[in-house]
């Protein structure tokens, strides 16, 4: 008598996966072109049997589904360690039609938090459209079991510990396709992008250092378009972070005093990649994950925007 089948899960999130364009590309990788790539995609459909790649809108670039951010993280990190370099683009939800109307799919979420965190726990999953089921208050600690929309997912683990303190214990996984719940709002902050490329000084660092948190440090080389940090407003702020200091001919005693410079952000992939939005990329390499606009010149994501 045959086994029964089993079911796999259907893919519930996309990205691009594309070659390297950067000004860096073919640094540091040894595996460039699209044709290694959707030969490497091709390879890793023939075990990973919830993942499925398609041609995107161009010859360079794929639409890879899989089941969650986790599940493509760990492809991607798996093929930087292999030495493939690629760009790849902001995790997107997979949607589908009911009764001509558009559902989502819906994780159910439970956070495991310390008595105190519980009122920021809920203040966090009201906007991302988390709707509480159950609370089962112990001693000390507090479960809470939410259905919220894979969207509303993307970047709350790491906002998720800060609000925390680090003591909160998250775990998710599919529940079903339910009616669109509405909007979510997206990253709060802009990004501080670099306007002339070269070697980041700390002088510049130092001067900027009231514009927000920097992800480079000093002697980073960088190129134009390449993101560099988190803008303390909401619009994106272009800035020189390879500028150096001018010398004069005039020096008083101590002008040239210790420059005393915070340590940068360090981004891990997973961090990276719920923190892009649309208009930005991920550089992925053997040797560094580096985030970049797509349109690298500002002219022309000034001409974008208006169109």
Known sequence: MPLPIVNIDEPTLNMTFSVNASPFAGQSGKFLTSRQIRDRLDREMQSNVSLRVEQGASPEEFLVSGRGMLHLSI?????????FELAVGKPRVIYRELDNKKTEPIELCVIDVPNEHVG???EMMGPRRGICKTVDAQESRTQLEFTVPARGLIGLRN????????????????????????SIPGRANGVLVASEPGMVTAYAVQNLSDRGSFFVKPRDPVYTGQIIGEHCRDNDLPVNIAREKKMTNMRAAG?????VIKPPRELTLEMALEFIEDDELIEVTPEAIRLRKRLLKESDRKRSKRK
């Open 75 to 83: 492809l991607i990190e798996s093929m930087r360690r292999e030495g």
């Open 120 to 122: 920021p726990v809920m």
């Open 159 to 182: 906002r998720m510990l800060t609000a925390t303190n680090g003591t909160a214990i998250m775990h998710h996984n599919f529940y079903e396709y339910e009616f669109f719940r509405g």
């Open 255 to 259: 002008s040239d005093k210790t420059v």
